[in-house]
């Protein structure tokens, strides 16, 4: 027996409630993780909230990401003991995932745990994580260096936001915060941003071409921002865009693009390669600074996700939220 949180759907609403499971009732995947830690993630929280389309099937355990201990493999890549990390690919979307103390998993779905993580460090970075390792690549790959000039991140406060700061002021980025939360300044900038820009000025329908401000950014937000971004991106910059959290809309016009030579590269994690993700968890490990995983995670347990469910749709979650399976 052990513990999941489990999604249903009663009178078109989903209903999120922790419950005791039985092995058997698992899907019938090659490998047995024992999930010591699993992590909140704004599509988590679209997930278990029913605010966003992103569970179709019920019962569904929710959770995109995971990591734990191999305790059974049907795969010769793995055996018993192996520490290892998910994300992505669909697991507590269409496949029952990471918030319960076990999971059944396809083995190509599992990174091995890269050296120098352990599973609550995995955790602390997760999805989030790696999709802003993902974007710093895609700036790294535009030829955005530190010496061309500032970076600026959008929803700095953020999963991904905070993990992109931290990961460019540790590379020699001079960064600068976008977020809409300025108590969250101390804290951003211990993370090393050089600076706040209030989410206020970047929600200012923008002309067609601003006065050139960064060398790159990471945008999480989308909409209006991504616009205000796009049109402010220096000549020959790029734009790393990964997420939606004001909207899914792009106001803008060609002009950044057909004027100033900038690059918008998109950015998914979930479906991201095994050799690309596997250089990214390896850079999170050697890169990410240690002490900034401590300033950008809290840890809960499974009973309180559901309240954190709703409060990260809402913006209301500072950084990283992990789910501790022993609490
Ligand atoms: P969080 O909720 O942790 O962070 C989102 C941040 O965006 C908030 O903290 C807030 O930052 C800002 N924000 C929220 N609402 C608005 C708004 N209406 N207007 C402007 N800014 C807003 O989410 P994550 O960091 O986990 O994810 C961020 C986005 O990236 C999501 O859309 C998510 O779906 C997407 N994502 C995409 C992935 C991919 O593979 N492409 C993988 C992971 C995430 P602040 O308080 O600083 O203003």
């Not at 389309?53 to 010769?76: T, Y």
């Not at 352990?118 to 895609?138: E, F, H, P, S």
């Not at 596997?278 to 990410?288: G, N």
């Amino acid at each position: 027996m052990f513990r999941a949180l489990v999604l249903d759907q009663q009178d078109g609403k989903t209903q999120a409630q922790v419950k005791t499971l039985q092995e058997s009732e698992l899907p019938d995947e090659g490998v047995l993780v024992a999930v010591d830690y699993s992590s909140l993630n704004f599509k988590d929280g679209l997930a278990i909230t029913g605010s966003g389309k992103i569970v179709n099937q019920f019962p569904m355990v929710p959770g995109i990401d995971l990591a734990g201990r191999v305790l059974e493999s049907a795969d010769a890549a793995f055996a018993p003991g192996d520490a290892v990390v998910l994300t992505g690919w669909g697991v507590g979307e269409r496949y029952w995932g990471g918030m319960a103390e076990k999971a059944r998993l396809k083995a190509d779905w599992l990174v091995p745990m890269p050296e120098g993580l352990d599973a609550r460090a995995a955790m602390m970075i997760g999805t989030a994580g790696l999709t802003a390792m993902l974007c710093v690549m895609a700036l790294e790959e535009g030829g955005v260096t530190p010496a061309q000039g500032p970076v600026l991140v959008t929803g700095a406060a953020g999963g991904v936001g905070s993990v992109a700061v931290a990961i460019l002021a540790g590379l020699g980025y001079e960064v600068y915060a976008v977020t809409g939360r300025p108590e969250t300044e101390a804290y951003l900038k211990g993370l090393g941003a050089s600076a706040l820009v209030s989410r206020e000025t970047m929600l200012v329908k923008p002309r067609a071409l601003e006065a050139q401000r960064w060398a790159g950014a990471i945008d999480t937000v989308g909409d209006t921002i991504l616009a205000k971004v796009l049109a402010e991106t220096c000549y020959g910059g790029t734009v790393a865009a990964c997420g939606l959290a004001a909207g899914f809309n792009l106001p803008t016009t060609v002009m950044p693009f057909i004027l100033r030579n900038v690059r918008l590269q998109g950015v998914d994690s979930v479906m991201c390669p095994l050799l690309r993700r596997q250089q990214a968890w390896q850079r999170l490990a050697q890169e990410l600074p240690a002490a900034a995983l401590g300033d950008i995670g809290h840890s809960i347990g499974l009973d309180e996700v559901p309240d954190y469910a709703q409060r990260i749709v809402n913006g209301q979650v500072r950084g990283r939220v992990i789910v501790d399976m022993s609490r």
